[in-house]
T-cell receptor, first 111, second 114 residues
Framework: DAKTTQPPSMDCAEGRAANLPCNHS???????VYWYRQIHSQGPQYIIH???NNETNEMASLIITEDRKSSTLILPHATLRDTAVYYC????????????FGQGTELSVKP | DVKVTQSSRYLVKRTGEKVFLECVQD?????MFWYRQDPGLGLRLIYFSYDVKMKEKGDIPEGYSVSREKKERFSLILESASTNQTSMYLC?????????????FGPGTRLLVL
């Protein structure tokens, strides 16, 4: 079972920051938080991951709370092409490190 | 950039046919995975492989087999396709050496079994 909770849907205006929350209150000390997104009918795309420090790359920023029970993915300037389902995943390391996707957040970026 | 390719984007097969889905990655990754994705069920792991000729069952291996004869290629075989195997099939690969084994996915194959 997925160890994360996300809102089912969110809207964001084009050009504004999109802040996608995720709760993972049962996370263990050595478990990473990963974010992927999936545009309709395509394979999931890796975005970013982190353990306890905030992380930033060319796609997004990841803010993890100090107690690690929640995190926020930030897309700083959302575009229409960012419309997708965003998945927050707590990584488990059994079965080769399989990914357990929950229901995700469907982000709609509107003009 | 990591590239994972799958042999077909869309496939239509008849019940009872043998179906081959191929996946190729170009980053010398050790691990490769096959998932299926169905509405409301998320991704479910079918098989994975951590080395050439090695394979491990995932959560739903029944009705499937796999082959990994070369490091870059991982094939999923449906021995006798059935309608309940209509699904989106996703291949992924990861390296044990990099980035906490981040998995990179292919574009997916949408299989319809009639």
């Amino acid at each position: 079972d997925a160890k994360t909770t996300q809102p089912p849907s969110m809207d964001c205006a084009e050009g504004r920051a999109a802040n996608l929350p995720c709760n993972h209150s049962t996370i263990s000390g050595n478990e990473y938080v990963y974010w992927y997104r999936q545009i309709h009918s395509q394979g999931p795309q890796y975005i970013i991951h982190g353990l306890k420090n905030n992380e930033t790359n060319e796609m997004a920023s990841l803010i993890i709370t100090e107690d690690r029970k929640s995190s926020t993915l930030i897309l700083p300037h959302a575009t229409l092409r960012d419309t997708a389902v965003y998945y927050c995943i707590v990584r488990v390391y059994n079965q080769g490190g399989k990914l357990i996707f929950g229901q995700g957040t469907e982000l709609s970026v509107k003009p | 950039d990591v590239k994972v390719t799958q042999s077909s984007r869309y496939l239509v097969k008849r019940t009872g046919e043998k179906v081959f889905l191929e996946c190729v990655q170009d980053m010398d990754h050790e691990n490769m995975f096959w998932y299926r994705q169905d509405p409301g069920l998320g991704l479910r792991l079918i098989y994975f492989s951590y080395d050439v000729k090695m394979k491990e069952k995932g959560d739903i291996p029944e009705g499937y087999s796999v082959s990994r004869e070369k490091k870059e290629r991982f094939s999923l075989i449906l021995e006798s396709a059935s309608t309940n195997q209509t699904s989106m099939y996703l291949c992924a690969s990861s390296s044990v050496r990099l980035l906490q084994e981040t998995q990179y996915f292919g574009p997916g194959t949408r299989l319809l079994v009639l």
